[in-house]
């Protein structure tokens, strides 16, 4: 599976942001799919994740509320919607696909990662 993240740029604190996430390959319709993100000097974090029926979604405590993860299997694609942005969320976004069971939440059970985006908001 190949994934490619864009949507990412330079936003205003308090603006909006929608990232995607295009699978190719042997296609992401039937995967679980997270989104991450990796602020400068820090660990990459979990920020949410849909399961692959578009079900079930699930959200760090930090975004919760302000983003919202869907997807859309037709086109191979998962969107995250970003909004009420804060400078604390700058970081670059990543996307996973999760073919592992286990916790949507734990980043080693995700096996296929897209390049990132980045994402910077400004005071």
């Known amino acids: 599976v190949q994934l490619q993240a864009s949507g990412g740029g330079l936003v205003q604190a308090g603006g909006s942001l929608r990232l995607s996430c295009a699978a190719s390959?042997?296609?992401?319709?039937?995967?679980?799919m997270g989104w991450f993100r990796q602020a400068p000097g820090k660990e990459r974090e979990f920020a949410a994740a849909?399961?692959?029926?578009?079900?079930?979604?699930y959200y760090a405590e930090f975004v919760k509320g302000r983003f919202t993860i869907s997807r859309d299997n037709a086109e191979n694609t998962v969107y995250l919607q970003m909004n009420s942005l804060k400078s604390e969320d700058t970081a670059v976004y990543y996307c996973?696909?999760?073919?592992?069971?286990?916790?949507?939440?734990?980043?080693?059970?995700?096996?296929?990662w897209g390049q990132g985006t980045l994402v910077t908001v400004f005071s």
């Open positions: 996973a696909v999760k073919s592992s069971s286990g916790s949507y939440y734990y980043r080693g059970n995700y096996d296929y």
């Open positions: 390959g042997r296609t992401g319709s039937f995967y679980d």
């Open positions: 849909i399961s692959w029926s578009g079900q079930s979604t």
